[in-house]
């Protein structure tokens, strides 16, 4: 995904004048523009960038969700619930509870890890293949499952 091609989505939903993908893609965008302002100037975000920021994005929502159920505020659970749906179809496919666990296990094998001490070297050994395709948080949960 390029920054290019959701600006083109972003003309499409104002087009067919749909006020809430409009309305996610430019923060989005407006995310976006953001990194590449701290970047320098000239920065042209890459797409591992725009996933980046993507990523992000998802992560609020979902921590928005748990905030406004404990809250009670289910109007706003709906409202976030929609966007990070809207979000998610913009990030590669996510993998599986086991193909994450075939590759934790994978990654224990590799670095001999035995306590949770090594939790790092396996999460680091990890983090390149699932980037983008699982949340850090599941893997994290799943590592301290296997190591414990």
């Known amino acids: 995904m390029t920054k290019q091609q959701l600006q083109e989505e972003l003309k499409q939903s104002m087009l067919l004048k749909d006020a809430f993908k409009t309305s996610v893609l430019r923060m989005l965008i407006s995310a976006i523009g953001y990194l590449e302002i701290q970047k320098g100037l000239g920065y042209q975000a890459s797409e591992e960038d ?6 992000k994005q998802v992560k609020q929502r979902k921590d928005s969700i748990e905030q406004y159920e404990k809250a009670g505020r289910n109007d706003l659970v709906d409202k976030e619930k929609k966007e990070l749906e ?24 590799q670095t001999g890890a035995t306590t949770m001490a090594d939790m790092g070297n396996v999460m680091g050994a990890l983090m390149p293949k699932t980037k983008g395709k699982a949340d850090g948080s599941l893997v994290s949960k799943i590592v301290r499952e296997e190591l414990s």
Do not use: F, H, T
């Open 50 to 55: 725009i996933m980046s920021a993507i990523e």
């Open 86 to 109: 809207l979000l998610e179809k913009y990030l590669p496919e996510q993998m599986g509870e086991e193909e994450i666990r075939n590759l934790i296990k994978e990654a224990i094998s």
